[in-house]
T-cell receptor, first 120, second 116 residues
Framework: GAVVSQHPSRVICKSGTSVKIECRSL??????MFWYRQFPKQSLMLMATSNEGSKATYEQGVEKDKFLINHASLTLSTLTVTSAHPEDSSFYIC????????????????FGQGTRLTVV | DQQVKQNSPSLSVQEGRISILNCDYTNSMFDYFLWYKKYPAEGPTFLISISSIKDKNEDGRFTVFLNKSAKHLSLHIVPSQPGDSAVYFCAASARRSSGSARQLTFGSGTQLTVLP
């Protein structure tokens, strides 16, 4: 399947600083990238949807000024957690997608390996 | 309001037996369903999917069944292996306009433990 690389896999930062997480599609062009957040023992909650070259669409309750998303190219999207606080500590996951197509595997969404953010 | 529900947070099965993971949904606009497997500190890995025009899809040890009238789907793993131990997420998607990617709505996951 397609490969999506997310970096860093783990980051610890001080409260008040900003952290940038990168999501790259390595072998295909992703017109859309999704950013999720997972709390312990809970589901993956969609934070925002970003389409290349346009502003991200944020889900209700997600602060767009706090979670800055940039999708400048078809292979790279970034999530920046600004002025991080301990409550932002979580597991963040991106997925990259192409417009719907039926393929043998039946999926169009490929996930990165996730980033564990700890704010101290 | 959870549109995709996995009511069993955990399931333990003996190696070699069948594992059955269940998922219910409420949104009748969903027309595509997927199962993902996830290990701790890793991203989800796609397992199998099913379109709403089908009621069964099989891929090796994995079979997904869809009951549209009950808005219920299930993932069967047989025979279960210790390496199958992971969290399994059910996801659903509604058709979008041509050219736009589908957005997935995930259930809360079921931790499957296969005992040797």
């Amino acid at each position: 399947g397609a490969v999506v690389s997310q970096h860093p896999s783990r980051v610890i930062c001080k409260s008040g600083t900003s952290v940038k997480i990168e999501c790259r599609s390595l072998d295909f062009q992703a017109t859309t990238m999704f950013w999720y957040r997972q709390f312990p023992k809970q589901s993956l909650m969609l934070m925002a949807t970003s389409n290349e070259g346009s502003k991200a669409t944020y889900e209700q309750g997600v602060e767009k000024d706090k979670f800055l998303i940039n999708h400048a190219s078809l292979t790279l999207s970034t999530l920046t957690v600004t002025s991080a606080h301990p409550e932002d500590s979580s597991f963040y996951i991106c997925s990259a997608s192409t417009p719907w197509r039926t393929d043998a595997r039946g999926t169009e969404a490929f996930f990165g390996q996730g980033t564990r953010l700890t704010v101290v | 309001d959870q549109q995709v529900k996995q009511n069993s947070p955990s399931l333990s099965v003996q190696e070699g037996r069948i594992s059955i993971l269940n998922c219910d949904y409420t949104n009748s606009m969903f027309d595509y369903f997927l199962w993902y497997k996830k290990y701790p500190a890793e991203g989800p890995t796609f397992l199998i999917s099913i379109s709403s025009i089908k009621d069964k899809n099989e891929d090796g040890r994995f079979t997904v069944f869809l009951n549209k009238s009950a808005k219920h789907l299930s993932l069967h793993i047989v025979p279960s292996q210790p390496g199958d131990s992971a969290v399994y997420f059910c996801a659903a998607s509604a058709r979008r306009s041509s050219g736009s990617a589908r957005q997935l709505t995930f259930g809360s996951g079921t931790q499957l433990t296969v005992l040797p």
